[in-house]
């Protein structure tokens, strides 16, 4: 069973930048990936970013295109999403999820818990 645990979040103010994390552990599939998604308040959950097994399949969003970036580390099951410039927009609860293929952000295997990050104007 796949378990994902998030983490970096916190308060940061605008143009700042933080890094989230997220490691998986258990069995996953060869042509899975992870992805990011966020929640912001009152609003719906949507995807952010994905990134292959490998790492060197990637896709963000256009809207955060120029200010996030997805990588990862094999070696330690973990996925960063690097948010730079952050803006009060991106304020919102960040989640990770295992994608049974990391091209389809509906193909959710398994959620994280959930990291907030909220920016202050």
Same mark, same amino acid.
């Given at each position: #069973?796949? #378990?994902?645990?998030?983490?970096? %979040?916190? !308060? *940061?103010?605008? +143009? %700042?930048?933080?890094? !989230?994390?997220?490691?998986?552990?258990?069995?996953? =599939?060869?042509?899975? +990936?992870? %992805?990011? =998604?966020?929640?912001?308040? +009152? &609003?719906?959950?949507? =995807? *952010?970013?994905?990134? /292959?097994?490998?790492?060197?399949?990637? $896709?963000?969003?256009?809207?955060?295109?120029?200010?996030?970036?997805? @990588?990862?580390?094999?070696? &330690? /099951?973990?996925?960063?999403?690097?948010?730079?410039? !952050?803006?009060?927009?991106?304020?919102? *609860?960040?989640?990770?999820?295992?994608?049974?293929?990391?091209?389809? $952000?509906? @193909?959710?295997?398994?959620? +994280? #818990?959930?990291? #907030?990050?909220?920016?202050?104007?």
């Amino acid at each position: #069973q796949v #378990q994902v645990a998030e983490s970096g %979040g916190g !308060l *940061v103010q605008a +143009g %700042g930048s933080l890094r !989230l994390s997220c490691t998986a552990s258990g069995r996953t =599939f060869s042509n899975s +990936g992870m %992805g990011w =998604f966020r929640q912001p308040p +009152g &609003k719906e959950r949507k =995807f *952010v970013a994905s990134i /292959n097994w490998s790492g060197d399949s990637t $896709y963000v969003v256009d809207s955060v295109r120029d200010r996030f970036t997805i @990588s990862s580390d094999n070696a &330690k /099951n973990t996925v960063y999403l690097q948010m730079n410039a !952050l803006k009060s927009d991106d304020t919102a *609860v960040y989640y990770c999820a295992v994608l049974r293929s990391y091209s389809d $952000y509906r @193909s959710v295997v398994v959620w +994280g #818990q959930g990291t #907030q990050v909220t920016v202050s104007s």
